[in-house]
C-alpha cells in the first residue's frame, strides 16, 4: 500500500487531519497541472481550491484508493477545461525554465524539443506558441505525458479512454508540437 493509499484510507475512517495531508502531498502538483493547461498562475490557483473542494466532497465516493492520483488529476482536468472552454491559453514563460516556477522536468520527447536552464527566452517563447497551438486533447496528452510524467496507463485513465486512444493523442499532439515548430521557422535538428 502507497503512502497515499494509506492518508486516503485514514481520511475514509473519519481522521480529518489526513485530508490535509493529502493536500499538502499533491497540491503543488495539481497548481502545475493547472498552470500548464491555463497558463494563467491565479486561475490555476482557482483550480486548485475547487479542485480539492470537489476531491473533499466526494472522496467517500473512490472505490479503490490506489487509484488516487488518476482520479484526483480527472477532476483537476475537468476543472481546468470548464475554465478554459471560453478562451485560448496564455501560457506565461515563467514556469517553464527551471528556477523561474518550473520544475524542472520540462521537456519534449522523441525528436521534438527540450527545455533547459539555458534556454533563451526567444526559444521557451516558441514553445510556448507551439503549445498554445494544440487542441485541448493533444494539449493535454502532452502536458500530462510530457510535463506531469504520467505513464501512458495512467495518462488514458486520466484522460478516461482506451490505453490506444491515449497513444494516439499523444503522438498526434507531438507532431502538431513538430510542425508548430516548423511553421514558426525552427530547424528541428538545430532546436
Known amino acids: 500500500m ?11 475512517e473519519g481522521e480529518e ?20 493547461m491555463l ?19 466526494s472522496l467517500k465516493t473512490l472505490r479503490d484508493p490506489g487509484c488516487f492520483s ?3 488529476y480527472r477532476i483537476a482536468l475537468n476543472h481546468c477545461r470548464a475554465r478554459g472552454r471560453s478562451r485560448t491559453p496564455e501560457f506565461s514563460l515563467d514556469g517553464l525554465m527551471p528556477g523561474r516556477g518550473g520544475d524542472g522536468a520540462n521537456r519534449f520527447s522523441g525528436n521534438t524539443a527540450a527545455v533547459h536552464a539555458g534556454d533563451s527566452l526567444e526559444t521557451l517563447d516558441i514553445i510556448r506558441k507551439a503549445l498554445a497551438g494544440l487542441s485541448e486533447n493533444h494539449r493535454t496528452a502532452v502536458v500530462l505525458k510530457e510535463y506531469v510524467g504520467l505513464s501512458l496507463e495512467e495518462l488514458a485513465g486520466v484522460m478516461d479512454c482506451p490505453l490506444s486512444t491515449a497513444k494516439s493523442r499523444l503522438y498526434q499532439g507531438l507532431r502538431e508540437v513538430q510542425r508548430n515548430l516548423v511553421r514558426l521557422g525552427v530547424k528541428l535538428k538545430d532546436f
Do not use: C, H, M, P
Open 2 to 12: 502507497t503512502d497515499t493509499e494509506e492518508v486516503v484510507r485514514r481520511f475514509l
Open 17 to 36: 487531519e489526513a485530508f490535509s495531508q493529502i493536500v499538502r502531498t499533491w497540491e503543488k502538483k495539481v497548481y502545475n497541472l493547472a498552470w500548464r
Open 39 to 57: 497558463g494563467n498562475r491565479e486561475e490555476a490557483q482557482d483550480i486548485v481550491q475547487d479542485t480539492f473542494l470537489s476531491v473533499f466532497k
Open 70 to 72: 488518476t482520479w484526483l
